[in-house]
């Protein structure tokens, strides 16, 4: 049984599968062509923070892959009055065909694979987002032809985004540079395993990181449930932002990704933003064809 639940799992080799299918389905979404593959199957989708992009490119990546999906939001769940994410997974295990979940504690997610019997997929953890970062991939090989030898850098927080796209453009043979304030750097152990590769570098230098690059990427300087810290963090991140100076230290077509939302003026300017708006929702529309082939090599 496959399962999404970060790409650390997954080899090169697979996700590179799963972005040619991504193509070929975007390819005949666009020529009207259907394929059916997962007709009769149901995934459920649980939502334990908010979501445009996830939710409606799931749900439509099932639809029109002749499925069906469920919204089921941990308002309204057991799961929000404390039933047990084991039970959880037992009992949706003999309802649906998989799980696309999305919540706070990436342990949560492993928990769901683990007690259930049915494929999991990672929506968006504290800890990683793989299905954006998929896409992303998917965006670097649209707009660069390649994606191995490009130099990804990304500005801001070490965040979910972060410790993805690190994990991605290094087991695509990207070099990848972070440039993020002290104390706010991504996952350790991630950082680490990069580091062996001697293809990535992490400073709070942001000119320093972003020399040279091919993609730059920046994500919100508050996650969703960082809501509290978001005043504190405007301080704290001041600086760490994708504008006309860093884009002057890049390459000279650079490209510039956004998982959305974003922050006008906080980590990317509107300038940038809006000249560079054609990738980011490219990136964007990438989601629904990146999860609908993540959906068959899970769900099929
Ligand atoms: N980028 C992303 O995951 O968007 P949503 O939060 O709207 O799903
Ligand atoms: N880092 C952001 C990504 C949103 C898609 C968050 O977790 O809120």
């Not at 690059?213 to 760490?240: H, N, P």
Request: glycine share 8%; net charge negative.
């Amino acid at each position: 049984m496959k399962h999404l639940l970060k790409l650390m799992d997954w080899s090169e080799k697979e996700i590179t599968d799963v972005l040619n299918l991504a193509d070929q389905l975007k390819y005949e979404k666009k020529n009207g062509i259907k394929h059916h593959i997962l007709k009769g199957k149901t995934l459920g989708m649980i939502f334990e923070k908010s979501s445009t992009r996830t939710r409606v490119s799931f749900e439509v990546g099932m639809y029109d892959l002749g499925g069906s999906a469920l919204f089921l939001s941990s308002r309204d769940l057991q799961i929000g009055r404390g039933e047990p994410v084991e039970d959880t997974a037992r009992v949706l295990s003999r309802y649906l065909d998989g799980i696309m979940i999305r919540t706070f504690a990436q342990e949560e997610v492993e928990k769901l694979a683990e007690c259930g019997s049915i494929p999991i997929i990672n929506g968006l953890t504290d800890y990683c987002h793989p299905c954006q970062v998929l896409a992303d991939l998917m965006t670097i090989r649209e707009h660069k032809g390649v994606i191995k030898g490009n130099k990804l850098c990304y500005i801001g927080d070490g965040n979910n985004m972060t410790n993805s796209l690190i994990v991605g453009g290094i087991k695509m043979g990207m070099t990848v540079s972070a440039a993020c304030p002290k104390g706010y750097e991504p996952d350790a152990e991630i950082m680490k395993w990069a580091s062996e590769t001697g293809r990535f570098t992490c400073t709070d230098d942001v000119l320093e990181a972003a020399k040279d690059a091919d993609v730059l990427c920046t994500d919100v300087w508050a996650s969703m449930g960082q809501e509290a810290e978001a005043e504190a963090r405007k301080q704290i991140f001041r600086g760490y932002q994708i504008n006309a100076d860093v884009m002057a230290v890049a390459k000279s077509d650079a490209m510039v990704l956004h998982c959305l939302p974003a922050h006008r003026e906080e980590e990317i300017t509107a300038e940038v933003f809006e000249a560079h708006a054609d990738e980011i929702f490219d990136e964007a529309e990438n989601r629904l064809h990146a999860q609908k082939a993540v959906l068959v090599k899970c769900l099929s």
